[in-house]
Structure formats: structure tokens, C-alpha cells
């Protein structure tokens, strides 16, 4: 049993972790024709405790409970993996990564985010405004103008071959490259 703790404690190679993740597609497509994506989730919520009489929320939300379940297994999932099986090794980064980013200030590493931008004492700060409050709702609208998030359009859109999934995914990755080269360095400087 112990073998197992510590097989689960730590980072799986891609190629485990990888084909496990495609496999959901061909599983959820054969048990019954179901979609990959975690935003969807959002949706169903608001569509089942919002009584407003809006036309996006206006459908059979009680068809995709299944997406419910499976977000709720994510959250308890994450819960105990952080609790329960967490790893004791810190996180590999890169040292030219943490030189990089030492030139900005930010020095923790000792989390799976930096604490010197992610933690709960900068929520109230322009930095914490920028990276936790502006950041989510960029990715929220993000998420919502290009029909679905990261997940669902790289995982089940291109294993599916839809067109759309291929030039989100591909504006994922520029905006991402983008973000990390251009925006995150000035935001840095500007927040410092």
C-alpha cells in the first residue's frame, strides 16, 4: 500500500499521464456521446440556481449532471492530492526560470504557484487585483468568446477534429507564448 502512496505522491511521466488524459475522449464519446470541458460546468450551475429569465441559461441543464459529478471528482480529487498525497520534493523549475523571475522579485517557490504573486496576502493589492482579479475574468471571457476553455477545445475538440478546437488551440498557444515573453514581464516591472 505504501508502494502505491508513493507512486501516486509523485509527478507521472507524459507518457503515462498523457495517453490517460486522451482516453477520456474515446471513453466519454462511447459511454454516451459526452464532451470533454470543464467550463461547461459553469454554465449548468448558473442555469439550475439562477431563476433570471436569461435565454444562455435557458436549456436541460439536468442532461449534463454527469459534467457536475465530474467537476465535483476534480475538486475532491485536488483536495486530496493537496491533503493527502501531496509531494514532499518542491517543484522543479528551471534555473534560469527562477533567475528570471528573481530579477522581478519573486523569489518563493515553495508552492505550485509563487507565493509572492498568488497568495492570500496580495488579493487586496494592485498586484493581486492584476494577476488574481483582472487575470480570472480575462480568462473567463476568454473562455466564453472562443466557446469553451483549454480543456475542452485541445483535449476533445482536437481528438474530435473540429477546425474550430484547432484555431482556438493554436490562440492559446500564441496568446500563452505571448503573455510569458511580452505581457508578464511588463506587468512585473509595473507592479514591482
Known sequence: M????????????????GPLIGLTVPTLLLLGNKSFGISSSLRHICAAVIPADISFFKYNWRKETWNLFFVAGIALGGFLATFFLSNPEPVAIS???????????????????PADLFSIDYIFSPKGFIFLVLGGFLVGFGTRYAGGCTSGHSIMGLASLQWPSLVATICFMAGGFACTHLVLPFLLELVR
Do not use: H, Q
Open 2 to 17: 505504501s508502494d502505491l502512496i508513493e507512486i501516486l505522491r509523485k509527478p507521472w511521466p507524459w507518457y503515462v499521464a
Open 95 to 113: 534555473a534560469n526560470t527562477k533567475f528570471t523571475l528573481a530579477s522581478f522579485g519573486i523569489t518563493d517557490f515553495s508552492g505550485l504557484m
